[in-house]
């Protein structure tokens, strides 16, 4: 009997000193990799840098002291003439809700887009289980392509103007919001579904009252998120073009100095608006998932 506990806690010792040995083992190993990726990343960056200093018209290094010097110049004949600030707020108004205006139509469009390919590319879910592969693949396709890249081909074909920054939008909103929409339906409880279907209920009518109520809260709150996103990229397209806040920023810029208290306007204007826009779409996220 002795013989016997005595062999087991000699066995119990060996298989411990084993483990703790492959562990330290892996620690090993796992080091030694992150060494290597580390150093890798350091070559790359280092490699990185000096070509694209290389191919620097102005120096990258030579232009760093000079960094602060646009900016100074705006803010400093910004604040020479901060009492038009306010009236060019008002001005500037109209080009903020045309930008406000994109950005809610867009996540609308991509919104309702991303729903039926979301619940069309969800295992279990899908209408047609052999096609959500395809359906997955034009979510990645969407989301792939920057809007910018879609608005810029968009213009050659309808001309500048919010449309075709609305249909850019729309396709990229369409691929992210798809593929997160996908992930929450994934998590959704199929004993809704399952009894619905045992009673004779259609695939829409199955989605429509055994999944969509458990996924609400959070697609729209992924909704409010992308809606906050989209006004950033609106603003962002008027640069090329396509209307909005964005396209005042660009003329405002081009006259250069004279024209720098607008640019301040107009930024802090876009800015403002964005932090309102965060805080509300914050509490109403906050609202819809914690209740």
């Known amino acids: 009997m002795a013989d016997t506990s005595f062999g087991s806690g000699a066995q119990r010792s060996r298989d411990l000193a084993h483990s703790q040995t492959a562990y330290l083992e892996l620690v090993r190993r796992r080091r030694m990799y992150g060494g290597i990726l580390l150093v890798l990343f350091i070559a790359l960056m280092a490699s990185g840098f000096n070509l694209a200093q290389s191919r620097n018209a102005g120096g990258f290094l030579n232009g760093l002291p000079n960094v602060?010097?646009?900016?100074?110049?705006?803010?400093?004949?910004?604040?020479?003439?901060?009492?038009?600030?306010?009236?060019?707020?008002?001005?500037?108004v109209p080009a903020l809700i045309e930008t406000l205006n994109i950005a809610a139509v867009s996540t609308l469009l991509g919104g309702i887009a991303a729903m039926a390919m979301a619940l069309l590319?969800?295992?279990?879910?899908?209408?047609?289980?052999?096609?959500?592969g395809l359906f997955r693949r034009m979510m990645d396709i969407c989301r792939a392509i920057p809007e910018i890249v879609i608005a810029l081909i968009l213009i050659y074909i309808l001309g500048g103007g919010p449309v075709p920054a609305v249909?850019?939008?729309?396709?990229?909103?369409?691929?992210?919001?798809?593929?997160?929409?996908?992930?929450?339906?994934?998590?959704?409880?199929?004993?809704?579904?399952?009894?619905?279907?045992?009673?004779?209920?259609?695939?829409?009518?199955?989605?429509?009252?055994?999944?969509?109520?458990?996924v609400a809260p959070n697609w729209l709150s992924y909704a409010l998120l992308r809606?906050?996103?989209?006004?950033?990229?609106?603003?962002?397209?008027?640069?090329?073009?396509?209307?909005?806040?964005?396209?005042?920023?660009?003329?405002a810029m081009q006259w250069g100095m004279g024209r720098y208290d607008q640019v301040v306007a107009i930024f802090l204007l876009l800015f403002?608006?964005?932090?309102?826009?965060?805080?509300?779409?914050?509490?109403?996220r906050n609202r819809l998932v914690k209740g």
């Open 68 to 92: 602060f010097a646009f900016p100074s110049e705006v803010l400093s004949e910004a604040w020479e003439k901060r009492a038009n600030l306010p009236g060019i707020f008002l001005e500037h």
């Open 227 to 251: 809606f906050e996103i989209n006004v950033r990229a609106s603003a962002i397209l008027g640069f090329v073009g396509e209307g909005g806040i964005g396209y005042d920023l660009k003329i």
């Open 121 to 132: 590319a969800t295992r279990g879910l899908a209408r047609w289980p052999r096609l959500t």
């Open 167 to 214: 249909i850019a939008i729309s396709l990229h909103t369409a691929g992210a919001l798809g593929k997160l929409f996908s992930e929450v339906a994934e998590n959704a409880d199929l004993k809704p579904v399952e009894g619905l279907q045992s009673v004779g209920a259609s695939w829409g009518q199955q989605m429509w009252f055994g999944v969509i109520p458990q």
């Open 272 to 284: 403002l608006t964005i932090v309102l826009i965060d805080r509300v779409s914050d509490h109403f």
